[in-house]
């Protein structure tokens, strides 16, 4: 089976679907097969940035500040995620005003979320609630022990160095 007939693949471990966004016409869409190369559903999504947890049945998709739904010239800025089942029906919605600025994004094998955004570090649970949220101007992350270990790089301009945080799965810091 060609999944990228589709579009673009997404990448999941995902025992049950394969799935690819479109990139064809202006607005993407979501298509989900079974692995048995059956249409489940094709649906409208925000973004072609799409996260499929191993063991779950939803799926995370980014979505936008500016021109949601559609291909996009002018610089994107990540902000909002829906959450959908496999049929296409909205689960829940974390709201932009929370989440602006999305610059890294770490999908856990329980279906949560590690999300890096312009001024916050923060933990979404599996069905879209904020479980915390730091302050932060970190750059990077880097997830260790499915989500335990939570690793943030800063760039110190002024001293031309990084500082490197360590939270744990609580958000709690660890070291800095």
């Not at 602006?100 to 599996?126: A, D, F, P, R, W």
């Not at 932060?136 to 001293?159: M, Y």
Request: with cysteine; charged share 20%; aromatic share 8%.
């Amino acid at each position: 089976m060609d999944i990228s007939q589709y579009g673009r693949v997404i990448p999941t471990e995902n025992p049950n679907i394969c799935a690819a966004v479109s990139t064809e016409t202006s607005r993407h869409h979501l298509t989900i097969l079974s692995k048995d190369g059956e249409t489940i559903s094709v649906f409208p999504v925000q973004s072609e940035l799409v996260f499929i947890p191993k063991d779950n049945n939803f799926i995370w998709v980014v979505g936008r500040l500016n021109g949601e739904w559609e291909f996009q010239i002018d610089p994107v800025i990540n902000a909002g995620l829906y959450q959908y089942d496999f049929q296409g029906k909205l689960l829940a919605t974390v709201e932009k005003s929370q989440t602006s600025g999305i610059s890294q994004i770490v999908l856990l094998q329980n279906g949560e979320l590690i999300l890096l955004t312009n001024s916050n570090l923060m933990k979404i649970s599996g069905t879209g609630e904020i479980v915390w949220s730091k302050p932060s101007t970190a750059h990077r992350i880097q997830i260790f022990n499915d989500g335990n270990i939570i690793c943030t790089e800063t760039a110190i301009r002024e001293e031309n160095s990084d500082e490197v945080s360590i939270y744990d799965e609580n958000g709690v810091l660890i070291r800095s």
